[in-house]
């Protein structure tokens, strides 16, 4: 009986990704984790010279976490929200610097007090939204836009493959209708092609 092992010249934290969206890939639910030119954009998201609480959503393999932890400062705080529960250990194990909070996004508002820090001024989220029922959506967002500052921003990944999917078209109608202002950018470089939605201004709509 042969044995598969995953190629030694995949960097660890690509390794445990894989290897944690196999086991549970409801949770996972992206192919690969996001690369470092995406995550150099979400990281350009945080406006330098204050003191403020960046929150991200679904972590995963960290590359994103990394980019967004270089470019704090020593007064900001950057959580980590994840679920999957050998993620979170691994986070814990290789980024002693990072607070993380295992649980679910939905929880976020009491997740976030419970750890001191109420409001958010940035969230970006890697959170695999093609495998989550409109009706999580709708719980994810209300939670999302209801711990955002006054001026604070909201970042989702979503691949481009998935675009075309009802659900996921669904979400970007959810998006419009949670936030006043709405862009977004492709990045090609990433591995599949990814565009970061960014979302500003929210709304509070009684969504369906």
Known sequence: MSTHRMPATLGRDTRRFLAAACRTPREIGAIAPSGRHLAACAAALIRRGHGQTVVEL???????????????????????????ETMAAHLMA?????????GDAADLPALLAANGHPRADLIVSALPWSVIPAADQ???????????????????????????????????????????TVTHQTVWRNVPPARLYVCTDPTFPDMP
């Open 138 to 180: 709708h719980a994810l967002l209300t939670a999302i836009t209801s711990v955002l500052n006054p001026g604070g921003v909201f970042a989702t990944v979503l691949t481009l493959p998935v675009l075309p999917l009802p659900i996921i078209r669904q979400l970007r109608r959810s998006l419009s209708g949670s936030f006043t």
């Open 94 to 102: 290789t980024r002693p610097w990072l607070d993380v909070v295992e």
């Open 58 to 84: 679904g972590p995963g393999g960290g590359v994103i976490t990394d980019a967004l932890h270089q470019r704090l400062t020593g007064a900001d705080t950057l959580l980590a929200i994840e679920r999957n």
